[in-house]
């Protein structure tokens, strides 16, 4: 009797543990297929809608330089025309790199976060030195967006939150496994405490890690300054086909 009430537990514990198996392969693939459409937007914008808005910007450029100077209504128009259009590129622009970062398809990684550091220390004043040690193996493209997008919400949190006034970047393959460490001497923060619903960035890079087997850990302590732990294992879909 005990016997078969425990082979029913294993029973149970094992297809428990399948479901949860399912879910996250089911969870993995609707991810994928949100990055790859979000891609093609990005994309179709950056080149559709980018090529057009730039043309007709120098459009006006062209029928501004063969009105006449007296003209002055004309001209204030043409100016808020053309005004108008620089800022709806710079949108278009942003817009497009939210969903996704397309100096990765055009850079590749390692140059796409060298950039994303090198702004990172323009906007913020902040000090931070990167080092990455490359050893030149082409990573599938889940797992480049899933390190860019890490090290952005990173650097977005400490301009945000660290009040630091250095970070670090480390990007290493180590055993097998992509690791990054991001720190930074700033405030820190009481990792358990809740935080509001609202707060997606750290939720975001858990899941993230989590979708690619890994895990994120964070250490950090108030008034010491905070570092992110990133471990992303190499499975074999890792290297880029
Ligand atoms: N480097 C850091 N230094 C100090 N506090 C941090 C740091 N990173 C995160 N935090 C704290 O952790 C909280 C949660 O971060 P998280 O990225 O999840 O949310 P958020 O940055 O507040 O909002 P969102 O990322 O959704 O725009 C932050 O509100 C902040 O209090
Ligand atoms: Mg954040």
């Known amino acids: 009797m005990i016997l078969r ?20 392969v089911l969870a993995s693939s609707a991810h994928q297929a949100r990055e790859q459409e979000q891609h093609r937007i ?7 809608l980018g090529q057009a808005l730039t043309a007709l910007r120098m459009m006006v450029v062209w029928v501004r330089e063969r009105i006449d100077d007296n003209d002055a209504d004309l001209i204030g128009k043409l ?23 397309l100096i990765l398809d055009d850079l590749g990684l390692v140059p796409a976060i060298e950039t994303l550091v090198e702004r990172f220390s323009d906007r913020t004043g902040i000090a931070c030195e990167l080092m990455v040690n490359d050893t030149g193996q082409p990573l599938a493209d889940a797992y480049k967006t899933a390190v860019f997008r890490i090290v ?14 250095q970070a670090e970047v480390i990007i290493a393959e180590v055993d097998g ?5 991001v720190s930074d001497n700033g405030v820190g923060f009481a990792v358990g405490d809740s935080r509001p619903q ?4 750290l939720l975001g890079m858990r899941e993230r890690a989590y979708l690619l087997g890994g895990r994120l850990d964070i250490l950090s302590e108030l008034g010491k300054g905070t570092m992110l732990e990133i471990r992303l294992p190499l499975a074999s879909e890792a290297v880029a086909s």
């Open 177 to 181: 496994e992509i690791v990054i460490t």
């Open 42 to 48: 990005a994309r179709e914008l950056h080149d559709e």
């Open 5 to 24: 009430d425990v082979t029913e537990r294993v029973a149970a514990e094992q297809a428990l543990l399948r479901s949860k198996e399912e879910l996250k």
């Open 152 to 165: 952005q919400e990173s650097l977005t949190n400490i301009a945000k939150h660290a009040q630091a006034t």
């Open 79 to 101: 100016e808020r025309m053309s005004e108008l259009l620089r800022e709806t590129i710079a949108s278009m622009r942003r817009i497009s790199s939210e969903l996704r970062p």
């Open 198 to 201: 609202s707060s997606r960035g």
